[in-house]
């Protein structure tokens, strides 16, 4: 429970970086207020969740809707949080698994917005996840699940951006990748990128089929989805794999 509400905490803290890291403002100041009338929010308008409920989805003030997206980035950071810690515990891997899930959040919903993947994300990242396998005893794994990930997507981008003379690959996807490789090394790059490709080009599908042909897809979010299934589920997947295909 208790990691449940830090969780929503997180979630907020979350929001505000969704909300001012595109546009190049400072996280720190000014305090949280309406992005409507201006009208700064008092510590009851401000609670996780709860506050959306009390305020019915409106500004108190102007009574502008507040995005859905608050509650909804409060709430998978909270149900997130809760799962990491029953895996988990309190160890080593908390904060780092933290870390990665909170970012993929942040990255997730600015990529889907401003179809842009936030350097101040993914830099950091990268030195998170280097720092990660260095802790676990890794590293070595580690720098090579970096130059898999950022190499393969790399070069995706290169022979896609000449074969299509535009830009197939996005430079924030390999940002991305690098930071994903410290995190789950080779193996868990890998089923990332088979997860990421396989569930973007079956919504592709459905999107084409229901005549939604035009609009390019933002591949951050389908990254994001794949390396938290990987980091969830590896095993599982694994004995899916060896059960249905190798017996
Ligand atoms: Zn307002």
Redesign the pocket.
Known sequence: MIAFLFGLALGSFLNVLIHRLPKGKSIIRPPS???????RLSWWENIPLLSYLILKGK??????PISIQYPLVELLMGLATYYIFLREGVSLYLPFYLFLVGSLIVVSVIDLQAMIIPDQITYPGIVVGIIFSLIIGRLISGLIGIALGGGILYMIRLIGGKVYRSEVMGGGDVKLCLMLGGFLHPMGMLMTLILASLSGAILGAILIIFGRKSRILPFGPFLSVGAVITLFFYHQIINLYILTFLR
């Not at 500004?59 to 502008?64: D, E, F, G, I, L």
Request: aromatic fraction near 8%; glycine fraction near 8%.
């Open positions: 207020h309406c992005p409507w009338c201006g009208h500004c108190h003030r102007c009574h502008q």
